[in-house]
T-cell receptor, first 115, second 114 residues
Framework: DAGVIQSPRHEVTEMGQEVTLRCKPISGHDYLFWYRQTMMRGLELLIYFNNNVPIDDSGMPEDRFSAKMPNASFSTLKIQPSEPRDSAVYFC?????????????FGDGTRLSIL | AQSVTQLDSHVSVSEGTPVLLRCNYSSSYSPSLFWYVQHPNKGLQLLLKYTSAATLVKGINGFEAEFKKSETSFHLTKPSAHMSDAAEYFCVVTPRGGRRALTFGSGTRLQVQP
């Protein structure tokens, strides 16, 4: 039973470059979440989707960040242009329902370093 | 509004001794509460959840937590620590019945000494 799959696992790039993070949720899950984890701020929700539609993007830091979900099995988080302060671990999670009875399943994350 | 406070950033125990990780919450709504565990370089994994049924909740790997409304607490316990329990643990709150996002605590890093 495949879990949430994220790619790449690690990304190192120079500031100003475009970065694209990818996520494949668990098949059949209707909700997809993007999180960012840093030492300073802990785990923060960036955006979440229900049935491929963005529901709440209030956690997206600024216009440099964008997320899409073109179909039920794929989502991207894009940063353009990237800055050193974007360095963090980015997690994708999916759940069967958005309500509290359905636990979120997390991928192993993408460790992003912006030089 | 809702928030969660994990009272200890680090906890160190010896293998075979009890574990106690403390969590207090505040919520304007009747909350649901979770504990997640994160092993190094891994995503978060659900340990257990409280959703208004029994106040004592049993989870995986021998962990359990008790919901105490009067104390607004949801502490995580385990009778006997194992080396594999060394990880970071997150207490999480969300209002019940809605689609609100999870609110994560700052995490407690558990060290288990041999």
């Amino acid at each position: 039973d495949a879990g949430v799959i994220q790619s790449p696992r690690h990304e190192v790039t120079e500031m100003g470059q475009e970065v694209t993070l990818r996520c494949k949720p668990i098949s059949g899950h209707d909700y997809l979440f993007w999180y960012r984890q840093t030492m300073m701020r802990g785990l923060e929700l960036l955006i979440y989707f229900n049935n491929n539609v963005p529901i709440d993007d209030s956690g997206m830091p600024e216009d440099r960040f964008s997320a899409k979900m073109p179909n039920a099995s794929f989502s991207t988080l894009k940063i353009q242009p990237s800055e050193p302060r974007d360095s963090a671990v980015y997690f994708c999670a999916s759940s069967l329902e958005g309500g509290v009875f359905s636990p979120q399943h997390f991928g192993d994350g993408t460790r992003l370093s912006i030089l | 509004a809702q928030s969660v406070t994990q009272l200890d950033s680090h906890v160190s125990v010896s293998e075979g001794t009890p574990v106690l990780l403390r969590c207090n919450y505040s919520s304007s709504y009747s909350p649901s509460l979770f504990w997640y565990v994160q092993h190094p370089n891994k995503g978060l994994q659900l340990l257990l959840k409280y959703t208004s049924a029994a106040t004592l909740v049993k989870g995986i790997n021998g962990f359990e937590a008790e919901f105490k409304k009067s104390e607004t607490s949801f502490h995580l316990t385990k009778p006997s620590a194992h080396m594999s329990d060394a990880a970071e643990y997150f207490c999480v709150v969300t209002p019940r019945g809605g689609r609100r996002a999870l609110t994560f605590g700052s995490g407690t890093r558990l060290q288990v000494q041999p």
